[in-house]
């Protein structure tokens, strides 16, 4: 496949022009960002969003693969001299790995097996009398073809089978046709291991299971994995009935089997000793392949919402890490996040010195006029939590400014803490700390703050141990990106971390960025980018509009126009007869003008457009308004709550079957997706994101196994049944099911874990997989 025909090809799945695909290609391959050629090249590319950039992207990588993987089949088949031109145009022309690799299958190097001895012992032209004449005895025929390893008929016709089973297994059309038909048609069944039921408790829903492989979602696929990984489930696959696989292999390969009882059996045995073997293989992978995808898109959807989550501002803030025995770890911001002091207090047991705390506290929250109180939601936070309300009205009660409590998500931030950002960042403060200052931070800003910490460390994934790491880690530095990208960043104010984060920023750019501003002071305007060591011309132009710089000589730095685009600005201000600071934010005279007038070769009506509009609101900020849930008083603990009780609380992780939400009780409940809205919803993201304050009723509470069933309909009523569910939405009890052979899952899931773990789960509105692993924020 030529690069004119990937282009042709993925504009076409993409539904998109060949000429956007060409000129995005061209694009990225002079070395441009996806978030640079979405923001700033939409004339080139036709408007195509982050999202379609890296669809190309990806699509692209597959499909070069793929072509690489052709011409070192053609050049492997033609080295035996085996290729001709109707197997060359068949290589050529399949459009997916699979098909390829099925095609090589015939030719492909082998250790030698009982098939090429065979051959070899000339038992090729038994094999073919037997196909003939199936009205013949076997036996009989086999006895002119006896010879050495082979000494008896009984052998002869095991040689002639084993070549026969060998076609079945090495013929392109038929492989793939079984391996289309078994996933189709077939389910997968799982048992509890013996003796396995008390210690895989969690798998309860799995000890007697079955459901379709088409119909199987990914997070229960992954959960069936992990059981069998852990030794807990047997899993089988069921392809269906074997006369249906038998029937394709003998009308491929033209055989009598119901006049050859011998014919009839090598086809029986070729099913089950081979293609069921290698069918179910490639069904393993597919379920795999699919229950990934489905976990990545989970966590990148949930690690947006969370990196995009409201920031409470510039703001002083007091950051508290709760804890028991080893006390409340406290540290005091800035509103720039600049750490103004630290303390432990040890206001819970053993130590109980409450009035202690409140008053040391109390002095930091007064001496540094703090605004915010940031509450890490681990153990010990509703305690802690009370105690920051006691300090805010001992604030309040003196004549000051009551500070707000706020809770915050802790997931991560002991992550931070040991890490090589966090020790060059403080190097002089203890570990523990400096989870207290970014628990701080994470409320000022949760985007400038989260970048630093390893996004499988947040906190919001679905099986993130248990899909493939690399691809993980690919997923989630994009959704990184693109949410710094979107939002801007202070170039006066940036982290390194945060920095390296900007298109076309490395590390070592980022490094620079900030040593040059150690050294000169702030920066002024952008120009003065190019002063920083090895940051070139094209890290400049890649860079330099997601880079902004409040108060500078230039407004229009402040905002996410290019410079490159400011000669634009220029032709607006000589048309309107306005300076630029006095066209910013001039909405009534924005909206009078024509980007058509503005327009040229050079930048087009989108760009023009965007240009508009961003001078009518210069350095918006996508992310919503700051927003808190208020715990209700009174309810701390699980026991606290009773059916029918109505509370607010946050979401902190949406999966595929529903959200869950901490509503202030060390345990966060289970929203069931078919408790989410009065109308059918297939996904739980339709309605709620990570992060989002919702109200909830309690609709069951079972203590003993920490669960919490929720509803976001109010006016549900605890006790009543739930909604039927749909086939999807529950798991299977086990059908009839033929025994198959059990294949081990090869990894087992490590079990680290970065971030503070916190048990997540729900009543019988629960989907099984809660109860098989999910992965604890």
């Known amino acids: 496949m030529s690069a004119t025909s990937i282009t042709a090809t993925i504009a076409r799945e993409l539904d998109v022009r060949e000429e956007q695909v060409a000129v995005t290609f061209r694009l990225l391959d002079e070395g441009n960002t996806v978030p640079f050629i979405a923001r700033y090249r939409k004339e080139a590319t036709g408007g195509l969003d982050d999202t379609q950039?890296?669809?190309?992207?990806?699509?692209?990588?597959?499909?070069?693969?793929?072509?690489?993987?052709?011409?070192?089949?053609?050049?492997?088949?033609?080295?035996?001299?085996?290729?001709?031109?109707?197997?060359?145009?068949?290589?050529?022309?399949?459009?997916?790995?699979?098909?390829?690799?099925?095609?090589?299958?015939?030719?492909?190097?082998?250790?030698?097996?009982?098939?090429?001895?065979?051959?070899?012992?000339?038992?090729?032209?038994?094999?073919?009398?037997?196909?003939?004449?199936?009205?013949?005895?076997p036996a009989k025929m086999a006895e002119s073809f006896t010879t050495e390893g082979f000494e008896d008929t009984k052998k002869a016709l095991e040689g002639a089978r084993s070549i026969l089973i060998d076609r079945f297994a090495t013929d392109p059309d038929l492989v793939g046709e079984v391996r289309e038909q078994m996933y189709g048609r077939g389910s997968i069944n799982s048992s509890v291991a013996a003796g396995k039921e008390q210690e895989g408790e969690k798998f309860k829903d799995y000890f007697n299971f079955a459901e379709p492989f088409t119909t199987l979602p990914g997070h229960r696929i992954l959960a069936l994995l992990r059981g069998e990984s852990e030794g807990v489930l047997q899993l089988n696959l069921d392809a269906g009935a074997d006369e249906l696989y038998e029937n394709l292999i003998s009308d491929r390969f033209e055989l009598d089997t119901r006049t050859s009882t011998w014919l009839a059996d090598a086809v029986h045995r070729g099913w089950r000793t081979k293609l069921y073997v290698s069918s179910g293989l490639d069904v393993r992978t597919r379920l795999?392949?699919?229950?990934?995808?489905?976990?990545?898109?989970?966590?990148?959807?949930?690690?947006?919402?969370?990196?995009?989550?409201?920031?409470?501002?510039?703001?002083?803030?007091?950051?508290?890490?709760?804890?028991?025995?080893?006390?409340?770890?406290?540290?005091?911001?800035?509103?720039?996040?600049?750490?103004?002091?630290?303390?432990?207090?040890?206001?819970?047991?053993?130590?109980?010195?409450?009035?202690?705390?409140?008053?040391?506290?109390?002095?930091?929250c007064a001496t540094h006029s703090v605004d915010l109180m940031a509450v890490g939601n681990g153990t010990a936070s509703r305690e802690t939590e009370k105690l920051s309300h006691e300090i805010a009205d001992l604030i309040k009660q003196a004549g000051g400014r009551r500070p707000t409590p706020v809770m915050v998500s802790e997931s991560g931030a002991s992550v931070y803490s040991a890490s090589a950002i966090a020790a060059a960042e403080f190097p002089e403060m203890d570990v523990s700390l400096r989870g207290a200052v970014s628990i701080a931070r994470r409320l000022q800003d949760p985007l400038a703050e989260l970048v630093k910490v390893d996004p499988k460390s947040i906190g919001v994934g679905q099986y993130q141990h248990d899909v493939n790491q690399q691809a993980l880690a690919k997923t989630l530095d994009t959704v990184v990106e693109d949410a710094v990208n979107a939002v801007g960043v202070d170039l006066n104010t940036a982290s390194a971390p945060l920095l390296t984060r900007v298109a076309g920023v490395s590390s070592t750019l980022a490094e620079n960025i900030v040593a040059h501003r150690d050294e000169n002071g702030r920066f002024t305007n952008r120009r003065e980018l190019k002063k920083v060591p090895r940051l070139g011309p094209k890290a400049f132009q890649q860079c330099a509009g997601f880079l902004r710089i409040s108060g500078g000589s230039d407004p229009l730095d402040a905002s996410a126009v290019h410079p490159e685009a400011y000669p634009v600005v220029r032709k607006i201000t000589t048309a309107t007869g306005l300076k630029v600071a006095d066209l910013i934010a001039n909405t009534p005279v924005l909206e009078q003008l024509n980007p058509a007038d503005f327009a040229d070769d050079t930048f087009g009506m989108p760009t023009v457009t965007d240009i508009i509009a961003e001078l009518d609101k210069p350095g918006r900020d996508p992310r919503p308004e700051f927003k808190t849930a208020t715990f209700r008083e009174g309810v701390e603990k699980l026991s606290d709550l009773n059916p029918g009780m109505i509370l607010e609380g946050t979401v902190t992780n949406v999966a595929a079957f529903g959200a869950f939400v901490d509503v202030g009780v060390h345990q966060d409940g289970l929203v069931h997706v078919s408790a989410m809205s009065d109308t059918f919803i297939s996904d739980p993201r339709e309605v709620v994101r990570s992060g989002q304050v919702v109200k909830v009723k309690v609709m069951e509470v079972d203590v003993e196994r920490k669960r919490i069933g929720l509803s976001l309909r109010l006016n549900d009523e605890p006790g009543t049944p739930a909604p039927k569910r749909k086939r999807e939405d529950a798991p299977k009890r086990q059908r009839s099911a033929r025994p198959t052979p059990d294949r081990k899952a090869a990894d087992p899931e490590k079990k680290s874990r970065g971030g503070q773990n916190r048990n997540q789960g729900g009543g019988a509105m629960a989907d099984a997989l809660t109860r098989a692993g999910f992965k604890n924020r």
């Open 288 to 364: 795999k392949e699919k229950a990934e995808e489905g976990a990545l898109e989970i966590f990148a959807t949930n690690l947006r919402d969370v990196l995009l989550a409201a920031p409470a501002g510039q703001r002083a803030t007091i950051g508290l890490d709760p804890g028991y025995r080893n006390g409340v770890k406290v540290a005091v911001v800035d509103p720039t996040g600049k750490v103004l002091d630290t303390t432990i207090v040890y206001p819970h047991q053993p130590q109980n010195r409450w009035n202690e705390a409140v008053q040391e506290l109390a002095g930091l």
């Open 53 to 137: 950039l890296r669809q190309l992207e990806e699509r692209r990588t597959y499909l070069q693969e793929l072509e690489d993987r052709k011409q070192s089949v053609l050049a492997a088949v033609e080295e035996q001299g085996k290729l001709n031109d109707h197997l060359r145009a068949l290589i050529l022309n399949c459009d997916t790995k699979a098909r390829l690799e099925d095609l090589y299958l015939p030719f492909k190097k082998r250790r030698k097996t009982k098939a090429d001895t065979a051959r070899e012992a000339g038992l090729a032209p038994l094999l073919e009398q037997l196909i003939d004449n199936p009205t013949l005895d």
